[in-house]
C-alpha cells in the first residue's frame, strides 16, 4: 500500500483545513489507518484514527472535539477534517495504515505503511 498525504497549508488560527491521504491498492479497505504528526524538535504524536470500517475513531485529547477523521473505501481515501487550528498544531502529519487492534490504534508501531507527510503551520 502506498500513500499520499496532501491538503497542509498555511493557515491562521481559528481556521479550519482538511487532510487528505489517498492509498494505492485493492486492499487498503482492510487496514486501519491513523494520523500522526511530529513538530520541529518534538517526538512523532498520535493524532487520531479510524478502523477498516470507519464505525470505530479515537481521537488525541488535543483533538478531540475539533477534528473529526472519515475515510470513503470506494474512493481509497481518508480525511481528517481540522477545525479551529491552533498554533500548537502546527506539525507535519503523516498518515498510516495497519492493522491496529481497537485497544492499539494509537500507537505507532502498528502501521506498516506511511505517507510522505504534508506539512501543517498555523499562525497566531
Known amino acids: 500500500v502506498q500513500l499520499q498525504a496532501s491538503g497542509g497549508g498555511l493557515v491562521q488560527a481559528g481556521a479550519s483545513l482538511r487532510l487528505s491521504c489517498a492509498a494505492s491498492?485493492?486492499?487498503?479497505?482492510?487496514?486501519?489507518v491513523g494520523w500522526f504528526r511530529q513538530a520541529p524538535g518534538k517526538e512523532r504524536e498520535f493524532v487520531a484514527a479510524?478502523?477498516?470500517?470507519?464505525?470505530?475513531?479515537s481521537y488525541a485529547d488535543s483533538a478531540k472535539g475539533r477534528f473529526t477523521f472519515s475515510r470513503d473505501n470506494a474512493e481509497n481515501k481518508v480525511y481528517l477534517q481540522m477545525n479551529s487550528l491552533k498554533p500548537e498544531d502546527t506539525a507535519v502529519y503523516y498518515c498510516?495504515?495497519?492493522?491496529?487492534?481497537?485497544?492499539?490504534?494509537?500507537?505507532?508501531?502498528?502501521?506498516?505503511?506511511w505517507g510522505q507527510g504534508t506539512l501543517v503551520t498555523v499562525s497566531s
Open positions: 498510516a495504515a495497519g492493522s491496529p487492534a481497537t485497544s492499539a490504534m494509537r500507537s505507532s508501531a502498528m502501521y506498516y505503511y
Open positions: 491498492g485493492r486492499t487498503f479497505r482492510t487496514y486501519g
Open positions: 479510524i478502523n477498516l470500517s470507519g464505525s470505530t475513531t
